[in-house]
């Protein structure tokens, strides 16, 4: 069976700082995506791409970039983490069909100081 | 442009009864597919069930089913014979078979509580 590998777990960051967070998953998967989670809410899209080298635009794209190098890796940088931010960053990956359920990551937790 | 709305933040259920959770959702796409996922108290998200739009019959899988009402664009969930360990926080999600092609919009989340 495959696996989403979120890392880091847990990411401490500076108010300003820029933070990477990344993902790979070994399903060989199309598409990847990147969600934020506040506490208690829903899942806010940010980033998606369907394949290699290919962005897509969320909801909250602001004040993020992403990257697709390759298709098993998709990554996710905080451009300047904001002082008390804290949230739950979700990756997920399917196939190319639409009619597929994307599967989950076990999330980044981020707190910034 | 796509949105889920899911009315109900909380619903609290005794054991073995059975519960339905709302989900509403807004799409310009003529073909689309419609997700529930339970999100564990660990914060592990796991995909439950799926309703194609094109689909008459209401999807089945275990003790989740759904009731697909397309003409008012809802999609509710319904868990027979609840047991203590569904209490989690459910979230119906929407993809665009067209348009909005591998968009996935969820919606806000209803916290279920079974009790004995």
């Known amino acids: 069976g495959g696996i989403i590998t979120q890392t880091p777990k847990f990411l401490i960051g500076q108010e300003g700082q820029k933070l990477t967070l990344k993902c790979q998953q070994n399903f060989n998967h199309d598409t990847m995506y990147w969600y934020r989670q506040d506490s208690g809410k829903g899942l806010r899209l940010i980033y998606y791409s369907i394949t290699e080298n290919d962005l897509q635009k969320g909801d909250l794209s602001e004040g993020y970039d992403a990257s697709r190098e390759k298709k098993s890796s998709f990554s996710l940088t905080v451009t300047s983490a904001q002082k008390n931010e804290m949230a739950v960053f979700l990756c997920?990956?399917?196939?190319?069909?639409?009619?597929?359920?994307?599967?989950f990551g076990e999330g980044t937790r981020l707190s910034v100081l | 442009a796509q949105k889920v709305t899911q009315t109900q933040t909380s619903i609290s259920v005794v054991e073995k009864t059975t519960v339905t959770m709302d989900c509403v959702y807004e799409t310009r796409d003529s073909s689309y597919f419609l997700f529930w996922y339970k999100q564990t108290a660990s914060g592990e998200i796991v995909f439950l069930i799926r309703?194609?739009?094109?689909?008459?019959e209401n999807a089945t899988v275990g003790h989740y089913s759904l009731n697909f009402q397309k003409p008012k664009s809802s999609i509710g969930l319904i868990i027979t014979a609840t047991q203590i360990e569904d209490s989690a926080v459910y979230f119906c999600?929407?993809?665009?078979?067209?348009?909005?092609?591998?968009?996935?919009?969820f919606g806000g989340g209803t916290r279920l509580t079974v009790r004995p």
């Open positions: 997920a990956s399917s196939i190319g069909e639409y009619n597929q359920a994307p599967l």
């Open positions: 999600a929407m993809r665009g078979g067209n348009n909005a092609g591998a968009k996935l919009t």
């Open positions: 309703q194609d739009s094109y689909k008459k």
